[in-house]
């Protein structure tokens, strides 16, 4: 049976051997470290990939070609079993910036010569001594202001590219007490139950103030932009999404877990929602749409204090009838 401290391990040789690997030579570590069936889940336009030679060539062939002398710099490294049983198993959760000279186009971005962050989060479990399902999800949004673009109206939030932990100790690279974790886990837990109810009958800032530090910081996805502090995060994310929404699903999760401080959760899709007017400046539509989320936590004594969340905005504004990378991309070209 796979533990996660022996997931751990395999994860970083991945890495290890990913991250050096020459253009033209991903297939070949992708066979190396992942299972023939690998399933491999990323935000638009990638979806759902299936075979490690097809998110090779897919993804990260042409990443790397975009972004050359690319580095990884990662931020949060935890692993633990999954709160779930189906799928289950050993699961390990690595954050930070894939960092690189933006030399050419990507996804129809143009290119600037410059140093550029792609702000990611990944999942994989690890089944025997292969990754068999992998969640990644980046912030393409991000790379495209990067790149002078402005694919969403003024955010509500700040534009950052985003620091990790505060207290620098996110790469979890040895085994954490199992009861910190657990911690953790009870800590998100208490934070997701709240949150899916929208009728507390408590203020929004009260409610908040049942599982998070006042002082707490929700790194946002660009389009949303980053906040900190309960009243700045009601003020500008919370309260404007819960008013610019109706119907809204309950919360599924595949994998949620946590090790130490740390914990988060993923979704395909993690709940739905219809746009009733106004978030992120937009009309209402009428039309369902799917959130695909991670969130990644840091919890300090009782209480939750950081928040990084990766959500598919593309995906759910093509759902809606905008195709903003399309779009954007578009008016890029024809400007040039």
């Known amino acids: 049976m796979t533990t996660p401290q022996s997931a751990k391990r395999i994860v970083r040789n991945f890495y290890a051997d990913l991250d050096t690997a020459a253009s ?47 580095q990884r710099r990662m931020d949060v490294f935890f692993a633990a079993k999954n709160r779930f049983d189906d799928p289950g198993g050993a699961w390990v959760c ?20 410059k140093m550029a962050f ?25 790379l495209m202001m990067q790149a002078g673009l402005r694919p969403f109206p003024e955010q509500t939030a700040a534009q950052l590219v985003q620091p990790g932990p505060m207290t620098h100790d996110g790469l979890l690279f040895d085994a954490q007490p199992a009861d910190q974790g657990e911690k953790t886990l009870a800590a998100i837990e208490a934070m997701i139950t709240d949150l899916g109810q929208w009728d507390s009958n408590l203020s929004l800032e009260d409610e908040l103030a049942q599982t998070w530090h006042d002082d707490m910081i929700w790194w946002g996805p660009s389009g949303i932009g980053a906040t900190y502090t309960i009243e700045r995060y009601a003020k500008q994310h919370s ?6 929404f109706k119907d809204r699903s309950k919360t599924k999760h595949i994998c949620r877990m946590a090790e130490g401080h740390y914990g ?32 990644i936590y840091r919890r300090d004594g009782d209480k939750l204090a950081e928040n990084w969340i990766f959500i598919d905005l593309l995906h759910f504004w093509k759902q809606q009838g ?8 578009k008016i890029s070209s024809l400007e040039a």
């Not at 690595?94 to 010569?113: E, K, N, R």
């Not at 792609?118 to 991000?142: N, Q, S, W």
């Not at 309260?239 to 610019?244: I, L, S, T």
Request: proline letters at 9%; glycine letters at 12%; a neutral charge.
């Open 24 to 70: 033209g030579s991903m297939v070949e570590e992708m066979l190396k470290h992942c299972d023939p069936e690998l399933l491999w889940r990323g935000f638009h336009p990638f979806n759902e990939l299936h075979g490690p030679a097809n998110v090779a060539e897919r993804f990260w062939e042409p990443l790397r070609r975009s972004l050359t002398r690319m």
């Open 94 to 113: 690595s954050m930070g910036h894939l960092m690189g000279l933006f030399d050419a186009p990507w996804l129809g971005i143009p290119p600037t010569g």
């Open 118 to 142: 792609l702000r990611y989060c990944a999942f994989h479990r690890v089944k025997g001594e292969k990754i068999a399902e992998t969640a990644m999800y980046f912030d393409i949004p991000h």
């Open 239 to 244: 309260g404007p999404f819960r008013a610019g």
């Open 264 to 295: 988060g959760f993923f979704g395909w899709p993690n709940f739905t929602a219809i746009p009733s007017g106004g978030f992120m400046g937009m009309p209402a539509t009428g039309k369902t749409g799917e959130f695909r989320v991670i969130d």
């Open 322 to 329: 905008v195709d903003v990378l399309a779009r954007t991309t």
